[in-house]
């Protein structure tokens, strides 16, 4: 008898509503952790909150601290609450925090609002990918979870268009960041509003022991029979091994601290790599190297279309290759490409308009590189790396290292800025892509980690 074919026979225009509804969720990751590129220069005006570098590190990385916390409840709070009630959570606190940070009458207030903003938005991060995966059958999986990070990289262009464009029509008008980070407040009540008509995941009534809700939500999102005796099996397993702690084998296993050791040096080596410089500070770099503040607004939106091209182009290549191998060869791209910008940025070889080009075309191959290949790869990795028992853990403990890294390095690059200029910060972001590609063949060696997931198997 053959065996039936994984996925729903014909297009079912529910689960296509359900999963951009979810995916909204990653718009707003997107979009909040953007904003703070481009209105970052309006909020350091003495007229305004008048930022010093380490109150613009803290007005920045505060939201990413929030995140790691954030990232670190999902597993709790969507078990608890359920997926459909957490998200709507998500875009209710979205909400309240956007017009917080927009009414900011202080630095600290600002600082304050954004970490509570960063909550959500770590929620978000952890939660949009695990409900799209829940909600899609088999052979919709893939395609729809990428639904969430096509939405992130969206979610950072609209905000560096609305910025260039809110920047560019009243420069002279300095509370203008205050409109920028405002208008993240739409697609979070639009998110709010339209989550009311979203099934909550089959999966987690499964959990829940509600099987007949579930079984309802499968057939109205179009779940083959095949695909729904797979969820129910997991599920069954996942209800048994919930009692069970995987804390003691971090401690009694070599190869599960091995993996653990892969898993959070992956994380690492996402946000060493200096990604998030350019995403969050790209204004303030463009004008350090001789942009005006509305050319360095549109410069930012030239990143945002070269990593939304990247992040389409890049995913047939990270479907076809070891994605530990393009995980070096993205370090190695980094290391020519920051060691390049960096040295234009110090020796300015070109008159000054063709140099500023110059210097735009070298960061676009970066981010093309980093965001067609290494930031994939990295959620790919986390995402197969880990054996059934030690996943939930792991993989949460790996995602709060990026986070925790993020924070680190958002907190003291404005420093280091001030200190070293950005020529100088850039040859540092050089010489650590090439120190992760030492990391990256120690610990993200997959005949190793495949060894040592082996024994969990």
Known sequence: MQ??????????????YTSYIIALGGFLFGYDTGVINGALTFISRPDQLGASPTVQGLISSALVLGCMFGALAVTTLADNLGRKKLLQW???????????????????????????????????????????????????????VNKNAIAIVMGQLTA??????????????????????????????FLWISSTNIPNSPFWYLLERQRDRAQRVFKKLGFPKLDIRENINEAKQSIRQGEKTDWHLIFSSKAAIYILGAGLTIGFIQQASGINTVMYYGSIILEKVGLGS??????????????????????????????????????ASNVISLGLLSWVMKTTPLAPGMNNI???????YFLATQQGLISPVTWMLLSEMFPQQLR?????????????????????????????????????????????IGLSAVFANSRLIKRAAAKFE
């Open 358 to 364: 110059l210097i735009l075309i070298i960061l676009a």
């Open 392 to 436: 939930t853990t792991f993989n949460a403990i790996s995602t709060a290292m990026i986070w925790l890294t993020n924070f680190g390095i958002s907190l003291v690059f404005p420093l280091l800025i001030a200190q070293l200029g950005t020529a100088g910060v850039f040859f540092i972001f050089t010489f650590a892509n090439l120190g992760c």
């Open 3 to 16: 065996k039936e074919k994984s996925g729903p026979k014909k297009n079912n225009a529910f689960l296509n």
């Open 294 to 331: 509305g050319a360095s607004l549109y410069g930012n939106v030239l990143i945002g279309i070269v990593s939304s091209i990247a992040i389409f182009a890049g995913r047939r290549v990270v479907e076809r290759l070891s994605p530990y191998r393009l995980l070096t060869i993205g370090l």
């Open 160 to 189: 560096f268009t609305v910025n260039a464009i809110l920047g560019s029509l009243w420069p002279d008008w300095h509370p203008i960041w205050r409109i920028m980070m405002l208008a993240a407040a739409v697609p979070a009540i």
């Open 90 to 144: 998500v875009a209710a606190i979205f909400t309240v925090a956007t017009v917080a940070c927009s009414l900011s009458i202080n630095a600290w207030m600002l600082i304050i609002s954004r970490f509570i903003l960063g909550l959500s938005v770590g929620c978000a991060s952890s939660l949009s990918p695990l409900y799209l995966d829940e909600i899609s059958p088999d052979r919709l999986k893939t395609k729809n």
